[in-house]
């Protein structure tokens, strides 16, 4: 019996390596070799072969029986950025939308179950975790994945859905036919507004990210606290400013907009 394709051209030495890479993070910066099989599930001796190739490579580290990471691997994020475009194209929109609102502001993409931060503004933390990019957080939680969401495949969604929706706080939509409610709201107003949803005080709003297809491809979001603001001020002060730099983005992708405008008809 034939092997499945996709096996056969799987090297599973390269998922281990990105594993043990992937495994130093805020909780883990100089981690010794235990830790480091703890995290990834290898033995000791795979994950000290691993280190040793990457420290060849120069993108880890030995002080004694820790392990940090070098600045090399930034390298990586930087070959990404370098790569896209709308990253480049973005950032002076997101400069700007900051600077009317106040506020953060953020481009994400969708990786798996997350919204990843590829580009950002920060003004002030509010959030509990330190975002910058690269950070990854639930895509059905927050605004910037339910933009991204909302118009992904059936497929995407599923898949989702099927990982489960876990309550984050107790605002935390959970329930399948509601989140899927929320989605479809989402594609009618042409913008998201997450209250305390993913973190208990956060206030997020985004919209969609266009390029020259019409795909989504992105989601603009701005943050702000409870404490600074709500979700009628957002509604009210926010969304018009933020569509329209989602949409000035979209257009710097060769978007051509429809003449009226999602959610402001």
Do not use: C
């Amino acid at each position: 019996m034939a092997s499945d394709p996709d096996e056969r051209d799987f090297i599973q030495s390269i998922e281990r390596g990105f594993a043990v890479l992937l495994a130093f993070d805020e909780d883990r910066v100089n981690p010794n070799l235990a830790e480091l099989a703890a995290a990834t599930g290898l033995s000791r001796p795979a994950v000290r072969r691993i280190l040793l190739t990457l420290q060849r490579l120069g993108y880890v580290r030995n002080d004694g029986s820790r392990w940090s990471l070098t600045p090399r691997v930034l390298s990586i994020g930087q070959h990404y950025s370098a790569s896209h475009a709308m990253i480049e194209l973005a950032q002076p929109h997101l400069l700007d939308l900051s600077v009317k609102t106040g506020e953060s502001a953020s481009l994400a993409v969708l990786d798996g179950r997350d919204a990843v931060y590829v580009a950002r503004v920060p003004v002030r933390r509010i959030m509990s975790i330190n975002v910058s990019i690269g950070t990854r957080i639930p895509a059905y939680a927050t605004s910037m994945g339910r933009v991204l969401l909302a118009w992904a495949p059936d497929v995407i969604v599923n898949e989702i859905i099927d990982g489960g929706l876990a309550a984050l706080t107790k605002h935390t939509v959970t329930e399948v036919d509601a989140f899927r409610g929320v989605l479809r709201q989402v594609r009618s107003d042409g913008w998201s507004i997450v209250a305390e949803e993913l973190e208990i005080g956060l206030l997020s709003v985004s919209a969609p990210v266009r390029d020259r297809t019409g795909e989504v491809v992105a989601a603009l979001a701005s943050s702000t606290s409870v404490g600074r603001s709500s979700v009628e001020a957002i509604r009210d002060d926010v969304v018009p400013l933020l569509v329209d730099a989602a949409e000035r983005i979209s257009a710097d992708l060769g978007h051509k907009s429809s003449a009226r405008r999602e959610g402001f008809d």
